[in-house]
């Protein structure tokens, strides 16, 4: 189906083999010195335990033998000597009697007497030995020797703990050595996978639609084709199912309130002027969408889904990209006397409207009730047929003015009384007149359209449609007849200026009834059916 240029990913698959190539070399070295370390540790480790060896049999050798051999030797030399110099001293004391008797010359006299003094010497260092070995040598060796012992025992767990950080060090080189073989490897894996999906198969038999779309800074501009250049997670064609067709609609921010999943809607596409499809809303879109327009962005819009539930045979005739105008009703209300929004002016808190008697025109005060884009109810103040007039403020200024005044004067004359809200804003609409037998209060026969929705600004909570007029009122603090920009809530200011025609900072009733009728899409005058219109272009496979 589609063929993207995979010459770069080539060159770049290329490459990373050749980096994993030469990870899986540095891993192995790495294996390799892991276990040198772990031999040369166990090595040094016998090494050392050697050596403690050793010197402890060294200090039990010397304490248990050697200490005890030396000490019998010189204990031995020292009584040979006395024993040496006792004779020697018998043998001098003889041969002194014999040369006084003449039988022995002084030669004779003196070796007897060096032979006494030479074996006398030989004791005395004999004694000598011994007394050294007994308070210096054997202390001085055993002390000698422990200490040896217990250096071979601290050098064994030095050998130990060198040899543990080595080879934690190798283990360490060796673990980013994997870790850096399974990054490059995972690249390669991820290039190889690029390079397969260069090349892109349809699923399903069907249609194959480019993903164009129009820029919002400029003319619509083709996107999508062949030789085309194309960013990453740019849609490229889409395949629709003509059997699962749907409306991707756009609702406005002063709408949404008004709309909810399982509504039915009517569709009109422009590609099929006479004929209406049917739908029902899916699904909507609890934040606002982002648009492309530089110029719209202060726009909030939610995405709705209609989803159609005509014949399979009549969907089938649609195609996708299609535009299309939706219809979705929010009530329905029966047998409903409606004038024209703009024949209705509200004056400090009142509702008025001009009758056409004869060749005059006579005021009324009227009560009215829910209202529709261009259409409000009228519940008490004028009857079937009545020709009213449009726009009365701009035929009677000087008498509407004359109103006004005399109505703030009567409401500043008059004792106050605690606050009320309008029976229209706290309660359910009225039901209308000739409402069926059976039909449930509230003016909504069973069966007749979709539940209201909650309660928004300008509308019943209770339940109803949107009512610009107890918008206006809500606003009209001091009841002039007239928003100032002080009366100016934050959410109005975004549409205040295209309301104000004039310019002059305020917004006259009529210029916000005449702004309001132009919000969205048209009602059905004399029908009694409000509506919610929006638009949406397009419609993709389900």
């Known amino acids: 189906m589609v063929e993207l240029d995979s010459s770069a990913l080539v060159d770049k698959e290329r490459q990373q083999d050749i980096a994993v190539t030469q990870a899986a070399s540095a891993k192995q070295s790495a294996e390799k010195d892991v276990e040198i370390q772990q031999t040369q540790n166990d090595s040094d480790k016998a090494a050392a335990e050697l050596k403690l060896k050793l010197a402890e049999i060294d200090l039990k050798k010397f304490k248990l033998g050697d200490s005890e051999q030396q000490k019998n030797e010189l204990q031995a030399a020292v009584s040979l000597g006395g024993q040496k110099t006792a004779q020697a001293k018998e043998s001098l004391d003889f041969t002194k009697r014999l040369v006084k008797k003449g039988y022995k010359t002084q030669n004779d006299l003196e070796q007897a007497r060096i032979t006494f003094e030479t074996e006398n010497t030989n ?32 050098e064994l767990k030095r050998v130990e703990l060198k040899g543990q950080a080595a080879l934690s060090q190798k283990k360490t080189d060796l673990l980013a050595r994997e870790r850096t073989f399974e990054v490059e490897k995972d690249k390669h894996e991820r290039l190889l996978a690029q390079i397969a999906v260069c090349k892109i198969y349809a699923p399903q038999d069907g249609q194959v639609i480019y993903a164009n779309s129009r820029d919002g800074r400029s003319s619509e501009t083709i996107l999508i084709e062949t030789g085309a250049t194309v960013r990453e997670r740019q849609p490229l064609v889409t395949l629709p199912d003509l059997n699962e067709m749907k409306v991707n609609a756009r609702i406005h921010e002063s709408r949404i309130s008004m709309i909810r999943p399982g509504m039915t809607v009517k569709v009109k596409v422009d590609a099929f002027v006479d004929e209406d499809f049917h739908g029902v809303i899916d699904a909507v879109a609890s934040v606002p969408s982002s648009t492309g327009n530089s110029f719209m962005r202060d726009i909030k819009e939610y995405e709705a889904i209609v989803k159609l539930i005509d014949s399979r045979e009549k969907v089938n005739r649609l195609r996708p990209g299609l535009t299309a105008n939706l219809e979705v009703l929010v009530d329905s209300r029966e047998d409903v006397l409606q004038a024209p929004m703009q024949a209705v002016l509200t004056i400090v808190g009142k509702q008025f409207a001009f009758v056409i008697q004869g060749d005059k025109a006579e005021r009324v005060e009227v009560e009215i009730g829910q209202t529709s884009d261009r259409m409000i109810e009228i519940k008490t103040g004028l009857k079937e047929g009545d020709q009213v007039v449009l726009n009365p403020r701009s035929h009677f200024e000087k008498e509407l003015k004359e109103l006004e005044a005399e109505l703030i004067k009567k409401q500043a004359t008059e004792k106050p009384e605690s606050p009320a809200v309008k029976p229209e804003i706290v309660a359910p609409a009225a039901p209308g007149a000739g409402r069926p037998p059976g039909a449930p209060q509230g003016g909504r026969p069973e069966g007749s359209g979709n539940p209201p929705p909650n309660g928004s600004e300008g509308r019943p909570p209770g339940g109803g449609t949107f009512n610009p007029m107890a918008m206006f009122e809500r606003m009209d603090a001091n009841g002039d007849g007239k928003l100032a920009k002080d009366e100016w809530s934050e959410r109005f200011k975004e549409r205040a200026a295209t309301l104000d025609k004039d310019a002059d900072g305020v917004v006259t009733l009529d210029e916000f009834k005449a702004g309001m009728a132009n919000v969205g899409g048209a009602g059905r005058p004399g029908g009694g059916r409000p509506a919610a219109p929006t638009e949406a272009t397009g419609g993709s496979g389900g």
Do not use: P, Q, S
Request: net charge negative.
């Open 123 to 154: 004791l005395e260092v004999a004694k000598d030995k011994l007394r050294v070995l007994k308070d210096y040598t054997l202390d001085r060796t055993v002390t000698e020797l422990e200490a040896n012992a217990t250096e071979f025992g601290r």
